[in-house]
């Protein structure tokens, strides 16, 4: 991510770890059991399949409330200033590859990862 100021350490990716940019820096976030839990309670759900309806159609506000629930899961500070000013494409993105990279099915490319198995399918 040109001009983005990486924090901590780079992406691994056989962790589920993928990069976004907030407030002009580059942070490693991952699919946790903490992330899930902050969704879990912020969206008001109680099962995968419930997640994976709500990511369906997300708003704006949802993706704010994503983020937030990402960031606090990973244990990353961030200003709700930054969080206002992230593009909409990166962070579809980057709930994309959590959800497929999350999924556990093999393949190497998390990315392209098959993931209608109803706990990690997400609309892009």
Known sequence: MAGAETVGRRRNKAR?????QVGGKTVCVAMT??????????????????LSAKLSSPTPKM?????????????????????????????????TEMMALASFNGE?????ADAGNGQAQMLL
């Open 33 to 50: 059991l903490g992330v899930l839990a902050e969704m879990e309670t912020a969206l008001q759900i109680t099962d995968f399949d419930e």
């Open 108 to 112: 190497e490319d998390g990315a392209e």
């Open 63 to 95: 993706l704010l409330l994503l983020m937030r629930c990402i960031l606090t899961g990973n244990g990353i500070e961030y200003d709700e200033a930054m969080l206002l000013k992230m593009q909409i494409p990166d962070v579809m993105r980057a709930l």
């Open 16 to 20: 589920g770890e993928v990069e976004i």
